[in-house]
Protein backbone atom coordinates (compact mmCIF):
# COMPACT_ATOMS: atom_id res chain seq x y z
CA UNK A 1 0.00 0.00 0.00
CA UNK A 2 0.88 3.12 -0.36
CA UNK A 3 1.17 6.24 2.36
CA UNK A 4 0.70 9.02 3.33
CA UNK A 5 1.47 9.38 7.52
CA UNK A 6 0.71 12.55 10.01
CA UNK A 7 1.16 11.16 12.77
CA UNK A 8 -2.62 10.79 13.00
CA UNK A 9 -4.50 8.64 15.78
CA UNK A 10 -6.82 7.77 12.56
CA UNK A 11 -6.49 6.37 9.30
CA UNK A 12 -8.39 5.95 5.89
CA UNK A 13 -7.54 2.85 4.27
CA UNK A 14 -8.48 3.91 0.04
CA UNK A 15 -9.13 1.14 -2.60
CA UNK A 16 -9.62 2.40 -6.18
CA UNK A 17 -11.14 2.08 -9.25
CA UNK A 18 -10.07 -0.16 -12.14
CA UNK A 19 -7.78 2.76 -13.43
CA UNK A 20 -5.67 2.68 -10.20
CA UNK A 21 -3.96 5.17 -8.23
CA UNK A 22 -4.66 8.30 -10.86
CA UNK A 23 -5.37 12.02 -9.98
CA UNK A 24 -9.40 11.19 -9.09
CA UNK A 25 -7.77 8.79 -5.90
CA UNK A 26 -4.98 11.75 -5.22
CA UNK A 27 -7.97 13.93 -4.63
CA UNK A 28 -9.20 11.80 -2.21
CA UNK A 29 -5.60 11.19 -0.52
CA UNK A 30 -5.66 14.57 0.21
CA UNK A 31 -9.01 15.17 0.80
CA UNK A 32 -8.51 12.37 3.63
CA UNK A 33 -5.27 13.95 4.49
CA UNK A 34 -6.73 18.04 5.47
CA UNK A 35 -8.60 16.08 7.63
CA UNK A 36 -6.02 14.88 9.56
CA UNK A 37 -6.07 11.30 8.58
CA UNK A 38 -3.25 9.35 7.99
CA UNK A 39 -4.04 7.91 3.95
CA UNK A 40 -3.02 4.18 2.92
CA UNK A 41 -3.83 3.66 -0.78
CA UNK A 42 -4.04 -0.04 -2.25
CA UNK A 43 -2.13 -0.72 -5.39
CA UNK A 44 -4.47 -2.37 -7.91
CA UNK A 45 -1.19 -2.96 -10.28
CA UNK A 46 -0.80 0.01 -12.64
CA UNK A 47 -2.79 2.93 -13.47
CA UNK A 48 -4.58 3.12 -16.53
CA UNK A 49 -6.08 6.54 -18.72
CA UNK A 50 -9.90 6.57 -18.99
CA UNK A 51 -9.52 5.64 -22.72
CA UNK A 52 -7.49 2.49 -21.60
CA UNK A 53 -10.99 1.34 -19.80
CA UNK A 54 -11.55 -2.24 -21.85
CA UNK A 55 -8.10 -2.83 -20.93
CA UNK A 56 -8.11 -1.91 -17.10
CA UNK A 57 -10.80 -3.75 -16.69
CA UNK A 58 -9.97 -6.92 -17.80
CA UNK A 59 -6.63 -6.89 -15.82
CA UNK A 60 -8.62 -6.28 -13.15
CA UNK A 61 -11.16 -9.19 -13.52
CA UNK A 62 -8.16 -11.45 -14.99
CA UNK A 63 -5.24 -10.47 -12.56
CA UNK A 64 -7.35 -8.85 -9.53
CA UNK A 65 -10.56 -9.79 -8.41
CA UNK A 66 -13.18 -9.26 -6.10
CA UNK A 67 -11.63 -11.79 -4.26
CA UNK A 68 -8.70 -9.25 -3.35
CA UNK A 69 -10.64 -7.86 -0.09
CA UNK A 70 -8.82 -11.06 1.86
CA UNK A 71 -5.62 -9.77 1.33
CA UNK A 72 -6.41 -5.94 2.13
CA UNK A 73 -8.52 -7.37 5.04
CA UNK A 74 -4.93 -8.72 6.15
CA UNK A 75 -2.81 -5.68 5.63
CA UNK A 76 -5.95 -3.51 7.52
CA UNK A 77 -5.79 -6.03 10.95
CA UNK A 78 -1.91 -4.96 10.75
CA UNK A 79 -3.21 -1.61 11.32
CA UNK A 80 -5.52 -1.93 14.36
CA UNK A 81 -3.06 -1.69 16.86
CA UNK A 82 -1.79 1.63 15.58
CA UNK A 83 -5.29 3.40 14.97
CA UNK A 84 -7.99 4.84 17.51
CA UNK A 85 -10.40 4.52 13.98
CA UNK A 86 -9.97 2.59 10.79
CA UNK A 87 -12.06 4.33 7.83
CA UNK A 88 -11.98 2.62 4.32
CA UNK A 89 -12.97 4.89 1.16
CA UNK A 90 -13.99 3.10 -1.64
CA UNK A 91 -14.87 3.60 -5.71
CA UNK A 92 -16.67 1.53 -7.74
CA UNK A 93 -14.64 -1.89 -7.63
CA UNK A 94 -12.77 -0.54 -4.88
CA UNK A 95 -16.36 0.47 -3.01
CA UNK A 96 -17.18 -3.54 -3.48
CA UNK A 97 -14.03 -5.02 -2.52
CA UNK A 98 -14.69 -2.28 0.74
CA UNK A 99 -17.94 -3.68 1.16
CA UNK A 100 -16.98 -7.38 1.71
CA UNK A 101 -14.25 -5.88 4.40
CA UNK A 102 -17.19 -4.37 6.44
CA UNK A 103 -17.62 -7.83 8.47
CA UNK A 104 -13.57 -7.21 9.69
CA UNK A 105 -13.50 -6.47 13.38
CA UNK A 106 -10.28 -4.04 12.03
CA UNK A 107 -13.22 -1.43 9.90
CA UNK A 108 -14.95 1.66 12.11
CA UNK A 109 -16.89 2.38 9.15
CA UNK A 110 -16.84 2.44 5.31
CA UNK A 111 -17.58 5.21 2.76
CA UNK A 112 -18.13 3.62 -0.90
CA UNK A 113 -18.99 5.37 -3.84
CA UNK A 114 -21.29 3.91 -6.90
CA UNK A 115 -20.30 -0.10 -5.66
CA UNK A 116 -22.00 -1.47 -8.87
CA UNK A 117 -21.12 -4.92 -7.95
CA UNK A 118 -21.87 -5.04 -4.16
CA UNK A 119 -25.47 -6.02 -5.79
CA UNK A 120 -23.43 -9.64 -5.82
CA UNK A 121 -22.60 -9.87 -2.17
CA UNK A 122 -25.92 -8.58 -0.83
CA UNK A 123 -25.73 -10.96 1.86
CA UNK A 124 -23.08 -9.37 3.51
CA UNK A 125 -24.25 -7.63 6.95
CA UNK A 126 -21.77 -4.81 7.97
CA UNK A 127 -20.96 -4.73 11.67
CA UNK A 128 -19.77 -0.84 10.86
CA UNK A 129 -21.64 2.00 9.64
CA UNK A 130 -21.81 1.94 5.95
CA UNK A 131 -22.21 5.32 3.63
CA UNK A 132 -23.26 3.85 0.06
CA UNK A 133 -23.91 6.26 -2.67
CA UNK A 134 -25.08 5.51 -5.85
CA UNK A 135 -25.69 6.98 -8.54
CA UNK A 136 -29.19 7.13 -10.61
CA UNK A 137 -28.28 5.64 -13.30
CA UNK A 138 -26.00 2.05 -14.10
CA UNK A 139 -25.18 0.58 -16.91
CA UNK A 140 -25.25 -2.75 -15.82
CA UNK A 141 -28.42 -3.17 -13.56
CA UNK A 142 -31.10 -0.71 -11.93
CA UNK A 143 -30.16 0.63 -8.66
CA UNK A 144 -33.54 1.21 -7.28
CA UNK A 145 -33.73 -2.87 -7.04
CA UNK A 146 -31.32 -2.99 -4.58
CA UNK A 147 -31.92 -0.38 -2.00
CA UNK A 148 -34.78 -2.01 -0.15
CA UNK A 149 -32.39 -4.83 0.69
CA UNK A 150 -29.46 -2.59 1.67
CA UNK A 151 -32.19 -0.38 3.41
CA UNK A 152 -33.15 -3.32 6.06
CA UNK A 153 -29.72 -3.57 6.62
CA UNK A 154 -28.74 -2.15 10.38
CA UNK A 155 -25.19 -0.09 9.99
CA UNK A 156 -25.71 0.78 6.40
CA UNK A 157 -27.21 4.28 5.12
CA UNK A 158 -27.81 4.17 1.08
CA UNK A 159 -28.56 7.73 -1.08
CA UNK A 160 -28.78 7.54 -4.82
CA UNK A 161 -28.26 11.46 -6.46
CA UNK A 162 -28.73 12.44 -10.24
CA UNK A 163 -26.02 10.86 -12.75
CA UNK A 164 -24.23 7.99 -14.15
CA UNK A 165 -21.38 5.86 -12.60
CA UNK A 166 -18.67 8.32 -12.09
CA UNK A 167 -20.17 11.06 -10.91
CA UNK A 168 -18.04 12.26 -8.49
CA UNK A 169 -14.58 12.56 -10.68
CA UNK A 170 -13.85 15.77 -12.34
CA UNK A 171 -11.41 14.09 -14.54
CA UNK A 172 -13.76 11.48 -16.31
CA UNK A 173 -16.81 12.06 -18.34
CA UNK A 174 -19.59 11.73 -16.54
CA UNK A 175 -19.03 14.07 -13.58
CA UNK A 176 -21.57 15.70 -12.69
CA UNK A 177 -20.75 18.70 -10.07
CA UNK A 178 -24.31 19.27 -8.27
CA UNK A 179 -24.15 15.40 -7.25
CA UNK A 180 -20.41 15.47 -6.30
CA UNK A 181 -20.97 18.06 -3.65
CA UNK A 182 -23.35 16.36 -1.74
CA UNK A 183 -22.03 13.39 -1.48
CA UNK A 184 -18.76 15.46 -0.27
CA UNK A 185 -21.33 16.72 2.57
CA UNK A 186 -22.25 13.27 3.26
CA UNK A 187 -18.81 12.27 3.48
CA UNK A 188 -17.85 14.73 5.63
CA UNK A 189 -21.26 13.95 7.55
CA UNK A 190 -20.28 10.51 8.16
CA UNK A 191 -16.72 11.12 9.27
CA UNK A 192 -17.77 13.62 11.90
CA UNK A 193 -20.38 11.29 12.98
CA UNK A 194 -17.72 8.78 13.31
CA UNK A 195 -15.38 10.67 15.31
CA UNK A 196 -17.67 11.70 17.91
CA UNK A 197 -18.58 8.36 18.80
CA UNK A 198 -14.76 8.08 19.51
CA UNK A 199 -15.53 10.36 22.21
CA UNK A 200 -18.54 8.95 23.89
Not at 85 to 96: D, E, L, N, Q, Y
Not at 162 to 168: M, R, S, T
Not at 172 to 192: I, P, Q, T
Request: aromatic letters at 14%.
Amino acid sequence: MFKQKIGSTKAVVIIPEIYGINQYIKDWTEFFRLRDYDTYCVDLGGTYSYSEGRTAYDHFITDIGFERYEKVGIEISKLRDRYKKIIIFGSSVGATIAWRLTENQSCDGMIGYYGSRIRDYLDVNPICPCLLVFPEQEKSFDVQSIIPTLGQKEKVETHVLPGNHGFADPYGSDFHLRSEKKALAMVEYFLSRTEQSEQI
